[in-house]
């Protein structure tokens, strides 16, 4: 009798290993599928979780290691996922082990461990599942023993519910009903059970029911066109370029309702945590039940529960923000990027993936309808649409032809405060009237950093290239890098004087100031300090929302998304803050943040008005935010970009090397530069070499970070020169290398 043929299985391990490993089937596990599950494997002298990708049908060495445990009953992705996944990690150059640890809920994944003998996990270790008891009543003796008066009315509500009652709404009712229920089981006349639940992310908030609004007739046009391709059930990539108030999100609604009339599932994606309060209000208001959220405030149980309602198709609409993009949803019929321009989208670090060019992505794979919304979209998304990559829609109105705010520049030029003597009076007319404001600078903290009265050094992170930022209400000047912090105000590091000037406002100084000039008003802040704890965005956008409030200020998380109808003024604090940062987008982004913030007055009844105070109102980027004139903006800023070569007239990536010792990196990213310029002249590339240079933050978490970019005229070029430098690239491994992509051209 022959020998059956070993199984064999090609397993991804979440290190940042190029490659993948085989694994032998133990023989209690081999002969069933086995792609898409978790294992537990030996690696090294430890033992890991691993995902199985598939079998393998090769003869395997006779030394291959073989498969510890089994982790999961059931695959975590479908193959359209896993062919999703694998796109990501060839074109971001990842690992795919990283990819799909990346994907999959947090802290699922069992932690490493050396040895080989102790601690063997759990079959679906990593992650707990909730339960709670049940009980129903029993077929009941006759005649029944005596019982309390609780213990009584409690069998008494059983009877009713045939289904079960669950133990946390039987306190509800009743209080305390241990020992009732103890009593009554030991009878025999309740019967109790653990059954799964999972963890609610909403609590018990209840939302009010509302229908489909009439739409205006630029609405309806982009409606129409949306549900046009939805009927095609073909991939169809849209801009939708609107100003703001002018009813971006009632479209999103009826388009999804669309899709789901068609039993298709919708993915939102938004680009920050602070804009889905108000926005899964919206949809529960509008579909009720069947929506999933995911973001980074949930607990990591509250993921994980929304993940498996996902997968098993309990929800038909996720929203979320970037990571969102991984959802395990099924039968998708519209994807939805809310406020697409956002960096935001983009991952700073590890899988350094942008979620809104994902979106386009697995829209063009699932054959979907996407749909990228915004008010100030990015000129690569404009560009695109021009040259037809992208179906436009605009909504060039307010809803109910509300008119845009007027806009005023303060000039600050000589102005020793933090608000303007045009502000001032305009808060005092608005809180007169009754209306509300929001007042923006996006910096956090009292000071913005802290200097010597005697030598004039000013007060540094010693882990980071940056100033520590004065906090007054902590007491502490804080690093917002790496947390670094110390008491303040502190002591001059450099020649020990105990004197410490304040420079710079942060909110936390705004809100000082006007608490001082408005005793009467009701301030709120909204900055990272403010909302860390659990539902904190949501309880103070509440506030603004119910009128219980006068002032909002905060950073950029105030600045878009949220519809106030009583706001009727916005300050602008230090509105040219961004145009310094040293990236080529620069005045992209102040346009973006300026328009969208303005955007936040006149949306209800009352007209608008905005305060913009600069020091110099010059520049294109402020002027055309002013002015309400996107086209400019787009026209000037598309002519800077061709002058010098950006995107979308180029491709680009940047290579990051970093190590705790500066020497090393310096000659690393020397030795990367001389390579790169000798396969790029032996292949014939068209590949701009710019550097090594200092990153713009030179030193991060103790780390000195150099870069290299690369900037072609051809994608392919650009990629031709990534590859084969990863092919001769010089062991280093003191040194950490990342490779940034510029975003994906799949319009």
Not at 534 to 562: F, N
Not at 708 to 737: C, F, M, V
């Amino acid at each position: 009798m022959s020998t059956p043929a070993p199984h064999i299985v090609e397993v991804a391990i979440p290190l940042h290993l190029d490659r993948t490993f085989h694994y032998r089937v133990p023989s209690g596990m081999a002969g069933q599928p086995l792609a898409g599950r978790r294992v537990f494997v030996p690696f090294g002298r430890r033992r890991m979780t691993g995902y199985i990708l598939g079998d393998v049908a090769e003869t395997p060495p006779h030394d291959l290691k073989e498969i510890l445990e089994l982790l999961d009953p059931e695959p975590l992705w479908t193959d359209s996922e896993l062919e999703f996944f694998r796109w990501v990690a060839s074109y971001y150059l990842h690992p795919l082990g990283e990819v799909l640890k990346t994907a999959l809920p947090a802290g699922i994944n069992i932690q490493d461990r050396k040895g080989s003998d102790q601690n063997a996990p759990t079959v679906g270790g990593g992650k707990a599942i909730k339960t709670e008891m049940v009980y129903r009543a029993a077929t009941a003796p006759e005649p029944l023993p005596h019982l309390g008066a609780k213990a009584a009315a409690i069998l008494d509500l059983l009877r009713e519910g045939r289904s079960g009652i669950p133990a946390a709404e039987l306190r509800r009712r009743f209080g305390t009903c241990s020992p009732q229920l103890g009593r009554l089981t030991e009878l025999g006349l309740v019967t109790g059970e653990a059954r799964e639940v999972y963890r609610n992310p909403f609590g018990d908030d209840v939302v009010e029911r509302d229908t489909p609004r009439l739409l205006s007739p630029h609405q309806q046009t982009a409606l129409d066109a949306l549900c046009a391709a939805l009927d095609r059930r073909a991939f169809a990539p849209f801009l939708l370029h609107g100003v703001t108030g002018s009813g971006k999100t009632e479209v999103y609604l009826q388009a999804i309702a669309q899709a789901l009339g068609q039993d298709k599932t919708a993915l939102v994606l938004v680009p920050e945590i602070s804009l889905t309060p108000q926005l899964v209000q919206r949809f529960r208001a509008r579909f009720g039940h069947g929506i999933a959220i995911l973001h980074s405030g949930l607990s990591d149980g509250e993921r994980y529960d929304e993940w498996r309602r996902i997968r098993r198709g309990q929800a038909r609409i996720v929203i979320g923000a970037r990571s969102a993009i991984f959802a395990p949803l099924e039968r998708i019929g519209i994807i939805i990027v809310d406020e697409e321009h956002e960096a935001s989208f983009k991952q700073a670090d590890g899988l350094r993936y942008n979620a809104r060019d994902l979106a386009l992505v697995r829209g063009r794979m699932e054959h979907t309808v996407v749909l990228l919304g915004s008010a100030t979209p990015l000129v690569t998304s404009r560009y695109a649409a021009e040259h037809g990559k992208l179906a436009l829609l605009t909504l060039p109105e307010r809803v109910e032809q509300r008119p845009m705010p007027t806009v005023e520049l303060a000039p600050m030029k000589g102005v020793a405060t933090a608000i303007s003597p045009l502000l001032i009076p305009a808060l005092e007319t608005t809180l007169a009237a009754g209306g509300q404001a929001i007042i923006f600078l996006n910096r956090r903290g009292f000071a913005t950093y802290l200097v010597c009265a005697e030598c004039g050094a000013p007060l540094a992170c010693p882990n980071c290239s940056v100033s520590l930022t004065y906090h007054r209400q902590r007491g502490q000047s804080v690093c917002h890098y790496c947390d670094y912090a110390i008491p303040a105000p502190g002591i001059c590091p450099a020649c020990g004087c105990q004197e410490l000037k304040e420079l710079g406002a942060g909110t936390e100084r705004l809100e000082h100031d006007l608490r001082e000039l408005l005793p009467q008003a009701r301030i709120l802040r909204m900055d990272s300090d403010t909302t860390g704890g659990k539902g904190s965005h949501g309880r103070l956008l509440a506030r603004m929302s119910d009128g219980s409030a006068d002032i909002l200020v905060g950073t950029q998380m105030i600045a878009k998304g949220h519809d106030f109808p009583g706001v009727t003024l916005v300050g602008v604090v230090n509105a040219e803050a961004s145009l310094g940062m040293p990236d080529f987008r620069a005045a992209e982004r102040t346009f973006q943040i300026l328009s969208q913030v303005i955007g936040r007055a006149g949306r209800g009844d009352a007209p608008g008005r905005v305060v913009v105070q600069a020091q110099s109102g010059d520049h294109y980027a402020i002027q055309c935010a002013v002015r309400h004139d996107d086209d400019a903006f787009y026209r000037q800023e598309l002519e800077f970009r061709r002058e010098v070569g950006y995107p979308p007239f180029s491709f680009l990536a940047c290579l990051g090397f970093s190590g705790t010792a500066e020497r090393p990196v310096e000659e690393h990213a020397e030795t990367t530069a001389r390579l790169l310029m000798h396969l790029k002249r032996g292949k014939g590339l068209r590949v701009e070499i710019l550097g090594p240079a200092p990153a713009p933050l030179y030193r991060l978490r103790g780390r000195f970070r150099r870069q290299i970019l690369l900037k072609s005229p051809t994608r392919g070029d650009l990629r031709r020169l990534i590859a084969a430098w990863r092919q001769n690239r010089p062991a280093a491994s003191a040194i950490r290398t990342y490779v940034d992509i510029d975003p994906v051209d799949m319009m």
